[in-house]
């Protein structure tokens, strides 16, 4: 056991959660001993610029590293051990046991506290050839490194792995000069985003050359005679390539926490309290290896994001330090994490994608069937402007009282800015009726009058004062709604749902006569607007009647046809 005298904290893994948690305690006490462990070269590294590094976008490896050793110990008197493996952990005795890479050394090391951020590891399937010099993962700047090696004699490039990591390096790939293909074996790209919406950006990676081979997963990977690789899938695929990344996903680096006898959850994440202090009294656990409630859904995950590993590492230096009887600590009000959102954003081709709190598929998957959801296209800013960009936006709402569940949106420009306002709104505890009121910036060049976030607001919230009953896509196909479209007679000619009737809404007071009673009709339009303005009218008139919302630029992202 360390000394009572001045207080030993041991910090396994840096990054985000583990540096962010030594730099918050050395700052909240200055009694204290601070020691950092890492198994890599580097302590504090920027994760997410790795794919740009190995696209060339960030040129010097340099520009990568948040933090050295020599900083901590200079800035903060916080001592550093890199390629220091800590290889076991006695709660009994509060010690460890540390190795080091470098020259095969082993010691033990006792604490008072120990915070485990151990981070997570990328998946590796067993699969034939997994272990062949041309597969990698992107998890280090070492992977990084290798990557970019390998890319300077390479036309061809296979990416495994749909989401946000699998975007960015086929965007990176391409704009190196390769040839990509990407496999996923989802139906779609991009589970952070509902399969719809996901649609917008598929459509963009073909677009820029990215071949697509959703609904499909990897069996072998094999060492090609002449060099290279030959990357087989599960639909009978065979990819000739120079190069595989693997992008599959990552799991909690729980090993070592197992091993201490700590209580994990159903993915191997530790599991914390809202302190973030694990079933030992002694140990808390920030970061990619820890489970967090999901806010909205209620269901405990890992959520490997820079963010909530941030905010998790000050708030565990505030518990260690509360739990050491800081005399400063204790007269503070305990620091708890609330959770996550999952509030999240990635680039790809000109496009931004971003999401906050749950998607619908998630909700389904919590048991949760009681919400609503629109969808809508504003510009990012005025119309009259030059150059605005659609925002394709999806908002999830609970129908009785308007609470916001969540929100996605793909497009051009100014995307983040609405889905950080949401996000904050979510937090918060807000709901439609705040979005509808909210107070943003307005210039023509920036937003409109009515912003994409108000517009939002304002469709929910009629939806939940009953001034707009809302028709679901998904059931289109076996309805007996009569659908009406209220566009023009070119436009429906051009392209329109299959046996739906044209009645322009500029016609539809004059040829009420036409539409039934004893029926629903489901109104739709462009995206959404003229069919509300159809609707308020006919519902006035005594029909039912619903609008598809988004219109048929939502349409066309629904296998509906």
């Known amino acids: 056991m360390a000394s009572s005298t001045r207080k030993r904290i041991l910090i396994v893994g840096g990054v985000a959660g583990g540096a962010s948690c030594a730099t918050r305690a050395r700052r909240l ?9 890492d198994k890599g070269p580097y302590v504090s590294f920027a994760n997410c610029g790795l794919p740009y590094y190995v696209g060339n976008v960030i040129k010097a490896e340099e520009k990568l590293l948040i933090a050295t050793p020599e900083l ?4 903060f008197n916080i001592a550093v051990h890199l390629e220091h493996e800590v290889t076991h952990v006695d709660p009994l005795r509060r010690v460890i046991e540390v190795r080091d890479l470098r020259t095969g050394a082993r010691r033990e090391e006792a604490y008072d506290a120990l915070v485990l951020s151990t981070g997570a590891q990328a998946i590796r399937p067993p699969l034939p050839g997994i272990d062949l010099p041309g597969v990698h993962v992107l998890r280090t700047i070492p992977d990084s490194r290798k990557i970019r090696a390998a890319v300077e004699s390479a036309q061809r490039a296979v990416v495994v792995g749909g989401g946000m990591i699998g975007l960015e390096m086929a965007e990176n790939l391409v704009h190196r000069g390769l040839q990509v293909t990407l ?37 072998a990977f094999i060492e090609a005679p002449n060099g290279g690789l030959r990357v087989e899938t599960s639909a009978g695929e065979a990819i000739a390539t120079d190069l595989a990344i693997l992008g599959i996903g990552v799991r909690p680096a729980s090993t070592l926490a197992a091993e201490a006898g700590l209580r994990l959850g159903e993915r191997g994440e530790i599991v914390v309290d809202e302190f973030m202090q694990t079933s030992d009294a002694h140990i808390w656990a920030v970061g990619d290896v820890v489970g967090s409630p999901d806010i909205v859904t209620g269901v405990n995950q890992p959520v490997p994001l820079a963010g909530p590993a941030n905010r998790q590492g000050r708030i565990a230096a505030s518990s260690v330090l509360r739990g050491l009887g800081d005399p400063d600590c204790l007269k503070r009000s305990p620091m708890r994490f609330r959770g996550i959102q999952g509030t999240a954003v990635c680039g790809a081709f000109g496009l931004t994608v971003a999401a906050t709190g749950a998607t619908e598929k998630a909700l389904l998957a919590a048991g949760q069937t009681d919400y609503q959801k629109v969808y809508l296209h504003p510009g990012n800013h005025a119309s009259y402007f030059p150059d605005a960009k659609p925002i394709h936006l999806k908002l999830l709402f609970a129908p009785t009282d308007g609470r916001l569940l969540g929100a996605q949106a793909v497009g051009e420009a100014d995307v983040a800015r609405r889905i950080d306002v949401i996000a904050m709104a979510l937090q918060m505890g807000g709901t439609v009726f705040d979005l509808e009121e909210a107070e943003l910036c307005y210039a023509p060049q920036y937003g409109g009058a009515k912003d994409p976030v108000n517009i939002a607001g304002m469709i929910a919230a009629n939806h939940v004062r009953g001034d707009l009953p809302l028709a679901r896509w998904e059931d289109l196909p076996g309805t007996s709604a009569l659908v009406v479209d209220v566009r023009s007679r070119d436009e429906f000619a051009q392209e329109h749902v299959p046996g739906a009737v044209n009645l322009p809404l500029e016609e539809l007071r004059e040829r009420l006569v036409e539409l039934p009673r004893d029926r629903e009709c489901w109104l739709v339009c462009g995206v959404g607007q003229r069919a509300y303005f159809g609707l308020r009218a006919l519902m006035q008139h005594g029909l039912k009647v619903k609008i598809l919302s988004g219109g048929m630029k939502t349409y066309r992202t629904f296998d509906v046809g």
Not at 29 to 37: A, L, P, T
Not at 72 to 75: K, L, P, T
Not at 184 to 213: H, K, N, T, W
């Open 29 to 37: 006490c200055e009694r204290c001993e601070i020691v950092i462990y």
């Open 72 to 75: 901590f110990r200079d800035r």
């Open 183 to 219: 496999v996923e074996l989802a139906p779609q790209i991009l589970p952070v985003l509902d399969a719809e919406m996901a649609v917008y950006v598929a459509e963009r990676l073909e677009q820029q050359g990215v071949r697509l081979l959703l609904g499909q997963s990897v069996s």
